[in-house]
């Protein structure tokens, strides 16, 4: 919870959270991350990098990441999805 009594959540595409568990850790109460994808292969053609590439194992394995994170254990983590055509 903030310093102002105000729970923060973040929203991202899961991409850099390992750059920001810090922050994460210490002023974050919810993380909703986007996983447009359930494969690396469907991820890589619907969400590629700027070099074209699937960064679906970065994000998962960016999630854990921060559920491993023992400073501050009781952020909620979501996942979530845009269904698409």
Partial sequence: MGS???HIGVVTNGTMIDRH????????????VSVDAATEDTYGRV???RKGRSVFGKVIANMRARQRED??????VFVGHALRR
């Fill in 4 to 6: 102002s009594g105000l």
């Fill in 21 to 32: 568990l810090d922050e994460i850790a210490e002023h974050v109460t919810w993380l909703r």
């Fill in 47 to 49: 969400r590629p990098d």
């Fill in 71 to 76: 400073r501050n254990p009781g952020i909620l």
